[in-house]
């Protein structure tokens, strides 16, 4: 069993910068791959990025690269999502997300985290 609790989000300006960490429970967390995902109202959960679980593997969704960037610390059970240059469009509750393949398809992650809102204005 894996719990997971996002922090960092909140209301920024388009153009700034947030920081999103996600802190795990467990002893085996380097086991697993760690994504995160955004949904946005009225729309369908979307990945974001994913991190093999050691670390040495990542992707990123074509709608944030360039501007967002996955990292994990297994010392401290912990992977973050660093955003940079925030557009209004991502807006959206981000969920980091545990499971033992690497995939960006949701279904494939066993543990979610509550969510954090992530609110960008123009």
């Known amino acids: 069993q894996v719990q997971l609790v996002e922090s960092g989000g909140g209301l920024v300006q388009a153009g700034g910068s947030l920081r999103l960490s996600c802190a795990a429970s467990g002893r085996t967390f380097s086991s697993y791959a760690m994504g995160w995902f955004r949904q946005a109202p009225g729309k369908e959960r979307e990945f974001v990025a994913h991190?093999?679980?050691?670390?040495?593997?990542?992707a990123i969704s074509d709608s944030v690269k360039g501007r967002f960037s996955i990292s994990r610390d297994n010392a401290k059970n912990t992977v973050d999502l660093q955003m940079n240059s925030l557009k209004p469009e991502d807006t959206a509750v981000y969920y980091c997300?545990?499971?033992?393949?690497?995939?960006?398809?949701?279904?494939?992650?066993?543990?979610w985290g509550q969510g954090t809102q992530v609110t960008v204005s123009s």
């Open positions: 991190i093999t679980g050691s670390g040495g593997r990542t």
């Open positions: 997300a545990a499971g033992l393949y690497y995939s960006s398809s949701y279904p494939r992650y066993d543990y």
